[in-house]
């Protein structure tokens, strides 16, 4: 399993509270050629984003990252709609607590200029294991359906 953030401007009109709080049953489409135009992202959704990987839900201009989901589909090239979906959203966790860019996300690089902007960023393994230490001590209230989350695949 992959984990991967994906970074959304609310300025621009769309938050992730919109998936969170969807009452959609199905598959939820996420980003299209449109919304995704970084070169390394596209990369990345059509050469390695598979089904069951984990994103990481945050949001740039307020510096937070607000919740978990899964790849419902593999990723997928330009011209074919949404490049990604995201599983339905009662399958997803949205933090009570975010995580915030300063303190809890200061050495993901991820989430630093010097990775890139993008909307798609790889989350290495150690990146992943600190994260998830973070995820789990801000929202202890939701550790069984984190547990959930990361475990399903």
């Not at 979906?85 to 860019?101: G, I, K, M, W």
């Amino acid at each position: 399993m992959n984990v991967w953030v994906f970074k959304i401007n609310t300025e621009r009109g769309w938050e992730f509270d919109q998936y969170f709080r969807s009452r959609a049953r199905g598959i939820v489409e996420m980003g299209d050629e449109g919304w995704i135009r970084s070169a390394s992202s596209l990369r990345y959704l059509r050469q390695e984003v598979q089904r069951g990987d984990l994103f990481l839900c945050y949001e740039v201009d307020r510096k937070q990252m607000v919740g978990v989901a899964r790849a419902a589909s593999d990723g997928r090239d330009v011209g074919l709609g949404s490049l990604i979906d995201f599983c339905p959203p009662r399958r997803a966790v949205r933090f009570q607590n975010p995580l915030v860019r300063r303190p809890d996300l200061d050495h993901i690089l991820a989430f630093t200029p010097q990775r890139g902007r993008g909307t798609v960023q790889r989350i290495d393994r150690d990146e992943f294991a600190r994260l998830r230490r973070i995820m789990l001590r801000k929202n202890p209230a939701q550790a069984v359906a984190l547990g959930k989350l990361f475990a399903a695949r």
